[in-house]
């Protein structure tokens, strides 16, 4: 079955820099493509990031442009979501996301705290 799994969350200072991580397993990982959401406290889960497949385009919120990278790793399975120039307006949990047969896929989250 399909298993999404994310890591590398955790607490850093506004300016910082962090990666997640997001092991996939259960499907042909390198044929789909991959997201990347965030839900803050009190606020609706957005769209942060998107590789898409085939084509390999990235796209990515206006908030975090320029900031976030989105890459994929098709031989380890998983997808990464390099973030710097943190701000405490990033802090959220952040989920690995994936749409396969009509039907959406999400891991457990890892959480990220941007503060001083």
């Known amino acids: 079955q399909v298993q999404l799994v994310e890591s590398g969350g955790g607490l850093v200072q506004p300016g910082g820099s962090l990666r997640l991580s997001c092991a996939a397993s259960?499907?042909?990982?390198?044929?789909?493509?991959m997201r990347w959401y965030r839900q803050a406290p009190g606020k609706e889960r957005e769209l942060v990031a998107a590789?898409?497949?085939?084509?390999?385009?990235?796209d990515y919120a206006d908030s975090v442009k320029g900031r976030f990278t989105i890459s994929k790793d098709n031989a380890g399975n998983t997808v990464y979501l390099q973030m710097k120039s943190l701000k405490p307006e990033d802090t959220a949990v952040y989920y690995c996301?994936?749409?396969?047969?009509?039907?959406?896929?999400w891991g457990q989250g890892t959480q990220v705290i941007v503060s001083s």
């Open positions: 259960g499907f042909t990982f390198s044929t789909y493509s």
């Open positions: 590789i898409t497949i085939p084509g390999g385009s990235n």
């Open positions: 996301n994936l749409m396969r047969i009509g039907r959406y896929y």
